[in-house]
């Protein structure tokens, strides 16, 4: 085949027929790794608010690219239409999980590679990457971060506060600092020594504090 080959009508009137029994057993896999990557999703969510309609639509891309790969690998006519219409096409969702860009790429990936027939790449694969996910995602340290919301009432109380914290923890950051009149906040990051929190309880207690609460968080601060 040369290059003015392509430009034939012949060539580009071309269509391979898919069977029904490819698109059947395709389709199907699709769904059944789709499952498979929301499920995991499901288990490694560690975000604030977990979406339920983020994981059907992991399973549906998995079987929409499936789906849009048969029909582009079938005729020459209809993948140079694909490409030109998804070029067009604009995503506005915004993605709130780093992690979440992963499990997108990986549904679209399972379905393109099912639809290109390479089916034990597709199933190991997944299952590959699913064990991967669930060992390092769910694994809990104390090394994870922490945000230490401390109101004083005033300059002494906030100075026994900040040595108890350093005292009690690994790591001990002030990340923002609020001061009015007979008031002291403080927003500060610590690193835990263990996975025990009672400190807080102590802190609490000390003369001139008037609250501590631990929150948990991903890292991202904005202050």
Do not use: H
């Amino acid at each position: 085949m040369t290059f003015q080959d392509i430009f034939k009508s012949g060539f580009l009137e071309n269509v391979t027929s898919v069977s029904l029994l490819d698109m059947s057993v395709a389709l199907l896999l699709a769904f059944g790794i789709g499952l498979f990557i929301f499920l995991v999703y499901k288990k490694t969510f560690t975000g604030v608010m977990y979406s339920s309609s983020f994981g059907v639509t992991l399973v549906a891309l998995a079987m929409i690219t499936t789906m849009v790969i048969l029909a582009v690998t079938s005729n020459v006519v209809l993948s140079l239409g694909m490409v030109g219409a998804l070029s067009i096409v604009r995503f506005r969702t915004a993605i709130k999980e780093p992690l979440d860009i992963a499990f997108l790429f990986w549904s679209i990936a399972v379905g393109i590679v099912l639809a290109a027939g390479l089916i034990p790449l597709a199933v190991f694969g997944s299952v590959i990457i699913g064990v991967m996910l669930l060992v390092f995602v769910n694994r809990k340290s104390s090394c994870d971060p922490y945000i230490v919301v401390l109101q004083c009432d005033g300059q002494d109380s906030e100075t026994r506060a900040a040595d108890f914290l350093k005292e009690q923890t690994r790591r001990c950051t002030v990340k923002s600092k609020t001061v009015q009149k007979g008031s002291v906040e403080l927003n500060m990051e610590v690193r835990l020594k263990d996975d025990s929190t009672a400190f807080i309880n102590e802190l609490s207690g000390l003369p001139g504090v008037r609250s501590a609460v631990l929150v948990s968080y991903n890292g991202d601060y904005m202050g």
